[in-house]
Nanobody, 116 residues
Framework: QVQLVESGGGLVQPGGSLRLSCKTSGFAFSWYDMRWYRQAPGKERELVAS????????NYVDSVKGRFTISRDNAKNMAYLQMNSLKPEDTAMYYC?????????WGQGTQVTVSS
C-alpha cells in the first residue's frame, strides 16, 4: 500500500533552516509529481511546493519563493523540502503527498515550529 513518512521537523529560531524528508513506498515514485503541503492551527491545508516526476519542474507558493527548495531522489523514492530563512509564519504541520490518483494518501506529517 501507499506509504508516506515525513521527518525532519523541529523547533528552530527565526532565520534558521530545516530539511524535511519524505520516505515513500508502495507506488512507482518517479511517475508521480510530489508535493509538500502545510497546515497551521485553524487554517486550511496549503500547497507549498511541487516537483514533477521526470524533469523536476518545480513550483512554489509565493510566500516561500527564494527560501524553500523542493527536490527528489527517484532512485531512493524520497522527496525533500529544504527550508531556509524560516519565519514564525512558517510554523505548521508539513505533509508530503503524491499527485494524481494518489492525492488522497497522506502521512502523519512533521511539525515545524519557528520561534525565538
Amino acid at each position: 500500500q501507499v506509504q508516506l513518512v515525513e521527518s525532519g521537523g523541529g523547533l528552530v529560531q527565526p532565520g534558521g533552516s530545516l530539511r524535511l524528508s519524505c520516505k515513500t513506498s508502495g507506488f512507482a515514485f518517479s511517475w508521480y509529481d510530489m508535493r509538500w503541503y502545510r497546515q497551521a492551527p485553524g487554517k486550511e491545508r496549503e500547497l507549498v511546493a511541487s516537483i514533477s516526476g521526470i524533469g523536476g519542474t518545480t513550483n512554489y507558493v509565493d510566500s516561500v519563493k527564494g527560501r524553500f527548495t523542493i527536490s527528489r531522489d527517484n532512485a531512493k523514492n524520497m522527496a525533500y523540502l529544504q527550508m531556509n530563512s524560516l519565519k514564525p509564519e512558517d510554523t505548521a504541520m508539513y505533509y508530503c503527498n503524491a499527485g494524481g490518483k494518489l492525492s488522497g494518501s497522506w502521512g502523519q506529517g512533521t511539525q515545524v515550529t519557528v520561534s525565538s
